[in-house]
């Protein structure tokens, strides 16, 4: 069974850093491109970074430099470093695993971990 485990979420001033990781179980990590999305109350989910498997990356225009995805094989973790965190980054953030081969399409995601940027 596949599980993708975030963590790292929680409540930070406006201005200040979080580091989001996911953990998966069930696949290997290093075959997959791996992804962060987000969602906001009343809003669709989006992309916030994707990191592909040979690790060419990919973020939403939001990010303007302050988000860093990364994945670690060897662990088979990936991350997501925020940085200069505004209120409008609020959102429950999730983690996405995609798989495409011979046309088939294998996607996973995680619970999700709420970020929560506030004074």
């Known amino acids: 069974q596949v599980q993708l485990v975030e963590t790292g979420g929680g409540l930070v001033q406006p201005g200040g850093s979080l580091r989001l990781s996911c953990a998966p179980s069930g696949i290997i990590t290093s075959i997959y491109d791996m992804g962060w999305y987000r969602q906001a109350p009343g809003k669709e989910r989006e992309l916030v970074a994707t990191?592909?498997?040979?690790?060419?990356?990919n973020y939403g225009d939001f990010v303007k430099g302050r988000f860093t995805i990364s994945r670690d094989n060897a662990k088979n973790l990936v991350h997501l470093q925020m940085n200069s965190l505004k209120p409008e980054d609020t959102a429950v953030y999730y983690c996405?695993?995609?798989?495409?081969?011979?046309?088939?399409?294998?996607?996973?995601w995680g619970q999700g971990t709420q970020v929560t940027v506030s004074s």
């Open positions: 996405n695993a995609v798989k495409r081969r011979l046309g088939i399409v294998n996607s996973y």
């Open positions: 990191i592909t498997s040979d690790v060419s990356t």
